[in-house]
């Protein structure tokens, strides 16, 4: 079975700063990755979608990066700001219709 | 792009009691897919719930206690039945297959 893991679980960050969070997976036979961002009592917005086959996506101050190989994705924020604080989530998509979910990195950015 | 409409939000239900979250999406969809997310945990498949069929649940979920109706192909519901505390969660519908996957906002189920 699938075991995703996300670290740190929890970061606190200045506003302006960069940050990466990181995101592995045990089997590395995966369809696509995806991040999602989870505001409070709020369901998941989709952030990136990467497919086996791709390296990164970037979208506005977020880019993400795949090695499959290594099992291993991690999600680069550019200049943090107050409205970046929510809780990431990675999820991987083996070859099925099941989406495997890491238990997520709650991120504070500091004004 | 999907667009997932869900009821309720959030509800406080006695034990013993069922509640029916509704899931409806604005296009017509093959598969829809109910997670549940403990406090503190990630999200945890439910079942797969294809139109004309039965759903499909993953190990852990029985149909007796999550059962989900898929009539059309943009509405599905799953009740939780017979409700513990234990079963205090958010829980949210999803579409998508082997593409990007979209979510309602969740319903927040706290049982007392």
């Known amino acids: 079975k699938q075991e995703v893991t996300q670290i740190p679980a929890a970061l606190s960050v200045p506003e302006g700063e960069n940050l990466v969070l990181n995101c592995s997976f045990t089997d590395s036979a995966i369809y696509n990755l995806q991040w999602f961002r989870q505001d409070p009592g709020k369901g998941l917005t989709s952030l990136l979608l990467?497919?086996?086959?791709?390296r990164e996506q970037t979208s506005g101050r977020l880019n993400a990066s795949l090695d499959k190989s290594s099992g291993r994705s991690t999600l680069y924020i550019a200049a943090s700001q107050p409205g970046d604080s929510a809780t990431y989530l990675c999820?991987?998509?083996?070859?099925?219709?099941?989406?495997?979910f890491g238990t997520g990195t709650s991120l504070t950015v500091i004004p | 792009s999907a667009v997932i409409s869900q009821k309720p939000s959030r509800d406080i239900c006695q034990r013993g009691t069922s509640l029916t979250i509704q899931c409806q999406v604005d296009?017509?969809?093959?598969?829809m897919f109910w997670y549940r997310q403990q406090p503190g945990q990630s999200l945890t498949l439910i079942a797969t719930?294809?139109?004309?069929?039965?759903?499909?649940?993953e190990s852990g979920f029985v149909i007796d206690k999550f059962p989900i109706s898929r009539p059309n192909l943009t509405f599905s519901t799953l009740t939780v039945s017979n409700m513990s505390p234990e079963d205090s969660s958010i829980y949210l519908c999803?579409?998508?297959?082997?593409?990007?996957?979209?979510f309602g906002q969740g319903t927040r189920l706290t049982v007392v």
């Open positions: 719930a294809n139109q004309g069929s039965e759903a499909t649940y």
């Open positions: 990467i497919q086996s086959s791709q």
């Open positions: 999820a991987v998509r083996p070859t099925g219709n099941q989406f495997y």
């Open positions: 296009s017509q969809v093959t598969m």
């Open positions: 999803s579409v998508g297959s082997y593409t990007e996957a979209f």
